[in-house]
């Protein structure tokens, strides 16, 4: 059984910087998606960065590209989200997600596809 555990949120101003961290245990073998959806109140969940734990390839969504920074340490299962220049508008629940890769090898932005969930942490970014 694949557990995670969201932290790290908080509350910032626009321009600063925060770290998600998401520790993660019973992994069986590499090949998992791994990263972070947010939801902010009043919209669906969405996508915001992963990565593939076979060969730590990332993906991020346009509206995080250049400001986030998704990683891992492979030695202790826990995964960082660095988050730089934030925005009001990244202000959100985060949650930690992972599933186990398709036969593509590719992590998508589908929040049904996750399987595996944090608790989630809050991140507040005031104006």
């Known amino acids: 059984q694949v557990m995670l555990a969201d932290s790290g949120g908080g509350s910032v101003q626009a321009g600063g910087s925060l770290r998600l961290t998401c520790a993660a245990s019973?992994?069986?073998?590499?090949?998992?998606?791994v990263g972070w959806f947010r939801q902010a109140p009043g919209k669906e969940r969405e996508g915001v960065a992963f990565?593939?734990?076979?060969?730590?390839?990332?993906y991020y969504a346009d509206s995080v590209k250049g400001r986030f920074t998704v990683s891992r340490d492979a030695y202790k299962n826990i995964n960082y989200l660095q988050m730089n220049s934030l925005k009001p508008e990244d202000t959100a629940m985060y949650y930690c997600?992972?599933?186990?890769?398709?036969?593509?090898?590719?992590?998508?932005?589908?929040?049904?596809?996750?399987?595996?969930w944090g608790q989630g942490t809050q991140v507040t970014v005031s104006s």
């Open positions: 997600a992972a599933t186990a890769a398709g036969s593509d090898a590719h992590c998508r932005f589908i929040t049904y596809e996750y399987k595996y």
């Open positions: 019973g992994y069986t073998y590499d090949g998992y998606c």
């Open positions: 990565v593939y734990t076979a060969d730590t390839t990332t």
